[in-house]
């Protein structure tokens, strides 16, 4: 079992930047690639991003390519999402999630565990 706890959300004005965090309560994450979804109001959840086991490679959804940064540290069992240009567009619940299977990564239905999701909010 997998837990995931998102941190580093909040309120900041449309050029900033933020950093999400994804802490997991487990002996490894080693095994499982990890995503970054949103979900805005009244919309669908969608892919962010997402890193490989190993972190060998990368994978980024249309709307955030060469904004955002996903990464990953093993040994402290973090993932990351470093968001930069920040846009109003960008506003949503950002969710972290697992999973074991290494493929389809951007397919959200896949994906093993979730975390509760933490609030971005881009002013304009």
């Known amino acids: 079992q997998v837990q995931l706890a998102e941190s580093g959300g909040g309120l900041v004005q449309a050029g900033d930047s933020l950093r999400l965090s994804c802490a997991a309560s487990?002996?490894?994450?080693?095994?499982?690639?990890m995503g970054w979804f949103r979900q805005a109001p009244g919309k669908e959840r969608e892919f962010v991003a997402a890193?490989?086991?190993?972190?060998?490679?990368?994978y980024y959804g249309d709307s955030v390519k060469g904004r955002f940064t996903i990464s990953r540290d093993n040994a402290k069992k973090v993932a990351y999402l470093q968001m930069n240009s920040l846009k109003p567009e960008d506003t949503a619940v950002y969710y972290c999630?697992?999973?074991?299977?290494?493929?389809?990564?951007?397919?959200?239905?896949?994906?093993?565990?979730w975390g509760q999701g933490t609030q971005v909010t881009v002013s304009s």
């Open positions: 999630a697992a999973v074991a299977a290494g493929s389809n990564l951007q397919t959200a239905i896949l994906y093993d565990y």
């Open positions: 487990a002996r490894t994450i080693s095994t499982y690639a």
């Open positions: 890193i490989t086991r190993s972190a060998l490679s990368t």
